[in-house]
C-alpha cells in the first residue's frame, strides 16, 4: 500500500496494490501534460484506490475521444486516471510515497519521445504500447512551428508561446517538489532571461500555485487541460520553460541533473551527466 498527495495537499488518495507494472511513457501527450521528458504511471487495480480528500478539486480534460486527464484546479499536479474498462488506475509516481515495489517497468511510446531526451537505461523499450495492450494508438497534436522559430504550447492549445535568442541552461531537476508538482520522477526545464518569451495566446489561461513555505518554488498550468506551461520568475528574471512542452527542437540538449540527492528510488541515473545533490555550486 501507498499514500499519493498532489503538491498543494488538496488531493489524497491511497493505493493497494499489488502493481504489477510501471510504466514510463514518452508520448506527445504525457510530455505536454508533465512538461517532462517521460510520466512514470503505476499500474494499480482499481479497486485498490480510495480517495482520502479532494476528490472535488480534481478537474478531468478530455484529451482525446476516448481517454481524459486529470488534475488538481489548484496546483496542477496530475491525479491518478481510472480506466473502468481495464480495472485498472494509473497513478503518477511522482506524486506516490516512499519506495513502492512494483514488479517490472517499462518505457512506453520511446518512438515519440523528444529529440533532446538521452534514454540510457536497460529497461525494455516500446514505441507504442507495451506487448498485451490492446489499444490503438492516437497520434498526439502536431503543431509544427516555422522554421527558425521556437514554440511550445499546451495539451489542448490554448496556451501557446515563443521563445528566442539562447537559453541559459537546461536541467534535470530530482527534488521533491518537482517530483510533485509535474507527477513524474524529474522535471526537465530550459531557462530563459523573462524578455525572452512571447505568448502567442492563453496568457489569460494560466493559473499559478506557489508553495507558501517555498522561497521561490512555484508552478504555472494551463487552466483547462492542467498542463505545465512556462513560469516567469519576476524577482530572478528568469522564464522556466517545461521541456516536454516545447513543439520545436530548443536547440540545447540536458546538461545536469540538480537536486540528485533527493532523486525517486525508482529512477535511476543512468547517463554521464554532472549530478549534483543540490543546486550547481
Ligand atoms: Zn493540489
Ligand atoms: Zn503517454
Ligand atoms: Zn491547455
Same mark, same amino acid.
Given at each position: 500500500?501507498?499514500?499519493?498527495?498532489?503538491?498543494?495537499?488538496?488531493?489524497?488518495?491511497?493505493?493497494?496494490?499489488?502493481?504489477?507494472?510501471?510504466?514510463?511513457?514518452?508520448?506527445?501527450?504525457?510530455?505536454?501534460?508533465?512538461?517532462?521528458?517521460?510520466?512514470?504511471?503505476?499500474?494499480?487495480?482499481?479497486?485498490?484506490? $480510495?480517495?482520502?480528500?479532494?476528490?472535488?478539486?480534481?478537474?478531468?480534460?478530455?484529451?482525446?475521444?476516448?481517454?481524459?486527464?486529470?488534475?488538481? $484546479?489548484?496546483?496542477?499536479?496530475?491525479?491518478?486516471?481510472?480506466?473502468?474498462?481495464?480495472?485498472?488506475?494509473?497513478?503518477?509516481?511522482?506524486?506516490?510515497?516512499?519506495?513502492?515495489?512494483?514488479?517490472?517497468?517499462?518505457?512506453?511510446?520511446?518512438?515519440?519521445?523528444?529529440?533532446?531526451?538521452?534514454?540510457?537505461?536497460?529497461?525494455?523499450?516500446? /514505441?507504442?504500447?507495451?506487448?498485451?495492450?490492446?489499444?490503438?494508438?492516437?497520434?498526439?497534436?502536431?503543431?509544427?512551428?516555422?522554421?527558425?522559430?521556437?514554440?511550445?504550447?499546451?495539451?489542448?492549445? /490554448?496556451?501557446?508561446?515563443?521563445?528566442?535568442?539562447?537559453?541559459?541552461?537546461?536541467?534535470?531537476?530530482?527534488?521533491?517538489?518537482?517530483?510533485?508538482?509535474?507527477?513524474?520522477?524529474?522535471?526537465?526545464?530550459?531557462?530563459? +532571461?523573462?524578455?525572452?518569451?512571447?505568448?502567442?495566446?492563453?496568457?489569460?489561461?494560466?493559473?499559478?500555485?506557489?508553495? +507558501?513555505?517555498?522561497?521561490?518554488?512555484?508552478?504555472?498550468?494551463?487552466?483547462?487541460?492542467?498542463?505545465?506551461?512556462?513560469?516567469?520568475?519576476?524577482?530572478?528574471?528568469?522564464?522556466?520553460?517545461?521541456?516536454?512542452?516545447?513543439?520545436? /527542437?530548443?536547440?540545447?540538449?540536458?546538461?545536469?541533473?540538480?537536486?540528485?540527492?533527493?532523486?525517486?528510488?525508482?529512477?535511476?541515473?543512468? /547517463?554521464?551527466?554532472?549530478?549534483?545533490?543540490?543546486?550547481?555550486?
Amino acid at each position: 500500500m501507498t499514500t499519493g498527495s498532489c503538491l498543494c495537499g488538496a488531493v489524497q488518495y491511497e493505493i493497494v496494490g499489488p502493481f504489477p507494472m510501471m510504466v514510463h511513457c514518452h508520448c506527445s501527450r504525457c510530455r505536454k501534460h508533465h512538461g517532462t521528458a517521460f510520466a512514470s504511471f503505476v499500474i494499480a487495480p482499481l479497486t485498490g484506490l $480510495r480517495w482520502i480528500q479532494g476528490e472535488d478539486a480534481i478537474v478531468s480534460y478530455a484529451s482525446t475521444a476516448h481517454s481524459h486527464r486529470s488534475f488538481c $484546479r489548484h496546483c496542477g499536479s496530475v491525479a491518478p486516471n481510472l480506466m473502468p474498462e481495464a480495472g485498472i488506475a494509473a497513478c503518477p509516481a511522482g506524486n506516490l510515497m516512499g519506495d513502492f515495489s512494483v514488479d517490472s517497468q517499462a518505457h512506453i511510446f520511446v518512438g515519440s519521445k523528444a529529440e533532446w531526451e538521452i534514454l540510457t537505461d536497460s529497461l525494455p523499450r516500446f /514505441d507504442e504500447y507495451p506487448p498485451g495492450v490492446s489499444a490503438t494508438a492516437i497520434p498526439g497534436p502536431v503543431r509544427a512551428a516555422e522554421p527558425g522559430h521556437i514554440t511550445g504550447s499546451c495539451l489542448c492549445g /490554448d496556451v501557446k508561446y515563443e521563445v528566442t535568442g539562447a537559453p541559459t541552461r537546461m536541467s534535470i531537476c530530482h527534488c521533491t517538489r518537482c517530483q510533485k508538482a509535474r507527477s513524474a520522477g524529474a522535471a526537465t526545464n530550459v531557462v530563459y +532571461p523573462d524578455s525572452q518569451i512571447t505568448w502567442l495566446s492563453g496568457a489569460d489561461k494560466i493559473r499559478e500555485y506557489k508553495v +507558501p513555505e517555498a522561497k521561490f518554488f512555484a508552478v504555472a498550468f494551463c487552466e483547462r487541460c492542467g498542463s505545465t506551461v512556462p513560469r516567469i520568475s519576476k524577482e530572478r528574471g528568469i522564464v522556466v520553460v517545461p521541456a516536454g512542452a516545447f513543439d520545436s /527542437d530548443p536547440g540545447i540538449r540536458p546538461q545536469a541533473h540538480i537536486f540528485a540527492g533527493s532523486r525517486a528510488p525508482w529512477l535511476a541515473i543512468t /547517463d554521464s551527466l554532472p549530478q549534483f545533490p543540490e543546486y550547481p555550486t
